[in-house]
């Protein structure tokens, strides 16, 4: 599925966030210490080797909603956007800070003009994120940040099963409606 906003293509696709060679670089559904964990900082920490972590100690802890940047290391992205979400019903307020890490990871992709970016549903794992409530705030925030002179030229939101690529349809196609330029690919 994609849709079109602005000059930049967003698309949703199911698959592994560390199997993305098409991209300069992926977000990491981070945890605060920056360290491997499960779910998607797990992975990524894994694909990218141990250098990661090395890389990763000086720049932390993040605060939930902050992102920050380092090497992919041995993924096949140039860089890594690291981005803490929110837990949900602890970290409050979480819809802004959910929408933050969104807005933190584009700033940052920005500011290193990085074109082609992939990001996970974050906080919906292991952070306890209701799918669809973070699907809307993902697909709001996205809408409220990206800007037509973007360095920016595609989006794609790596989801892990279909419930997840429902719930980011559903709330893209509503955001997007006007936007879209659906293709059935996934």
């Not at 090395?54 to 140039?78: D, F, H, M, W, Y």
Request: net charge negative.
């Amino acid at each position: 599925m994609q849709y079109a906003f602005q000059s930049i293509i967003i698309q949703l696709t199911i698959g592994d966030i560390t199997n993305q060679p098409d991209m300069d670089a992926v977000v990491n559904a981070a945890n605060a210490r920056l360290m491997p964990g499960g779910g998607v900082a797990g992975a990524i920490h894994r694909a990218a080797g141990p250098g990661l972590v090395q890389e990763c100690r000086p720049l932390a802890p993040l605060k939930p909603g902050e992102a920050v940047i380092t090497s992919g290391q041995q993924l096949p992205n140039r860089w890594i956007i690291h981005c803490l979400g929110p837990v949900h019903g602890i970290d409050e307020p979480s819809d802004k800070l959910l929408a933050d890490c969104y807005r933190n990871a584009i700033e940052v992709a920005e500011r290193h003009g990085i074109e082609r970016l992939a990001f996970p549903a974050i906080s919906t794992g292991a952070f306890g994120y209701p799918l669809q409530d973070a699907a809307d705030i993902t697909a709001n925030a996205l809408k409220a940040c990206l800007r037509e002179d973007s360095s920016l030229s595609l989006i794609r939101f790596v989801l892990y099963d279909d419930s997840a690529f429902d719930a980011f349809q559903k709330a893209f196609g509503k955001a997007f409606a006007t936007e879209s330029t659906e293709s059935t690919e996934s």
